[in-house]
Nanobody
């Protein structure tokens, strides 16, 4: 099973940018679909973005023009570039991976998870 570690979270002002990284070990990530999820205090974990093994991407509407998911197979890493951040983006961000066909972009579709990284956007 692939092990995932997120990094790059932190504190940023509204309107700022940040890039999260999801680095894998144990397996080559190139064959996996990798999703980004987030969970704010008191809320359910929600889907943010996904990049499939072939490079195709999918985003939740609320981040579609602000976030970009990409992958660097040579580094076994997937990135989430986040621009124009707002306080509503504050959450713990998780990356998750699956070898299976992603059908609904629900957390249940993904079998391997990282430990999460905190993003806090101040107003």
């Amino acid at each position: 099973q692939v092990q995932l570690v997120e990094s790059g979270g932190g504190l940023v002002q509204a309107g700022g940018s940040l890039r999260l990284s999801c680095t894998a070990s144990g397996r080559t990530l190139s064959s996996y679909a990798v999703g980004w999820f987030r969970q704010a205090p008191g809320k359910e974990r929600e889907f943010v973005a996904c990049i499939n093994w072939n490079g195709s991407t999918y985003y939740v509407d609320s981040v579609k023009v602000r976030f970009t998911v990409s992958r660097d197979n040579a580094k076994n890493t997937v990135y989430l570039q986040m621009n124009s951040l707002t306080p509503a983006d504050t959450a713990v961000y998780y990356c998750a991976a699956t070898l299976l066909l992603v059908r609904s972009y629900a957390p249940e579709d993904f079998g391997s998870w990282g430990q999460g990284t905190q993003l806090t956007v101040s107003s």
